[in-house]
């Protein structure tokens, strides 16, 4: 079986910058054990799958794997998914696609990058001391939990958040969790890191799911509803973030970098 295959980085200006993701369109759905060692074959953070929707509810159906897992949302991802839609289609100004756990996600350009439509999912406040000991922190501002397993941990400045250096395997005893660490930024409103170690990925490079958590925190601290995010990973990607009443609408930019055949025994 060939699979079409493009790798993009997403939330980027430009190319080895943001976080690749790949984007590999199907005509049905393979079992999910293939899906996953394609996933792993790919060794990216984040592996989409788009299939034609037949029931009429989006344009799309969408599924993510990391290496390790399938995830409930990924952010690049659909990002990525929506720029290898439009890119190919310029009668099209947005995509939608129906996800199994995170509802239909859109899509649309955005001037010269897109508009990201995630669900906001805000945190409620939560001791996470083990979390926090992993991260090698002494003290921290705020800690916060979502139940979709993703904790935030606010600390003081950006220089925090830059200097960090977990300890990955106490970060993996915790499980799948997705560990998102804030601070106020130097150069954008705010500034963060994400890591996720227990499914497969130590430091993720652009977090757009991570952001459906921040944003409505954020919100409420800053006192209003749209502000500038960095994310301080090796490659670095920058966003705008609003919050649309149950929305959190990120913009960014995507490249896209290789373009080839999967072939699949």
């Known amino acids: 079986m060939r699979i079409p295959f493009a790798q993009i980085d997403a939330f980027a200006d430009a190319a080895f910058t943001g976080n690749p993701a790949a984007v590999m369109p199907l005509s049905s759905w393979l079992d999910d054990d293939v899906l996953q060692r394609i996933a792993a074959e790919n060794k990216l953070s984040e592996t989409a799958f788009i299939l034609p929707d037949e029931s009429g509810e989006a344009d799309f159906e969408l599924r ?15 990002l990525a998914s929506g720029h290898f839609v439009l890119s190919s289609d310029t009668t099209r100004d947005a995509v939608r696609f129906r996800t199994r756990k995170a509802g239909v996600l859109a899509v649309e350009r955005d001037g010269a990058g897109y508009a990201l439509a995630l669900p906001a999912w805000g945190p409620s406040p939560k001791p996470l001391p083990e979390i926090v000991a992993a991260l090698g922190l002494d003290t ?24 960090l250096d977990p300890d990955f395997r106490a970060l993996a005893r915790e499980g799948d969790v997705l560990t998102i660490v804030t601070a ?28 459906a958590v921040m944003v409505p925190y954020w919100t409420n601290r800053l006192g209003r509803d ?40």
Do not use: K, M
């Open 140 to 163: 921290v501002v705020e800690t916060l939990w979502h139940p979709h397993r993703y904790g935030l941990i606010v600390v003081e400045n950006a220089a925090v958040v830059r200097g």
């Open 64 to 78: 993510w794997f990391t290496p390790t897992a399938e995830v409930v949302l990924c952010g690049h991802a659909t």
């Open 226 to 265: 749209r502000f500038t995010a960095f994310q301080a990973s090796a490659r670095g990607g920058r966003l705008t973030c609003r919050l649309d009443g149950e929305r959190v609408v990120l913009g960014g930019a995507c490249v896209t970098v290789i373009e080839g055949t999967f072939l699949l025994p």
């Open 184 to 211: 106020p930024g130097d150069d954008t409103d705010i500034v963060s890191r994400v890591f996720a170690p227990g499914a497969g990925i130590d430091e993720d490079p652009v977090t757009g799911s991570a952001h």
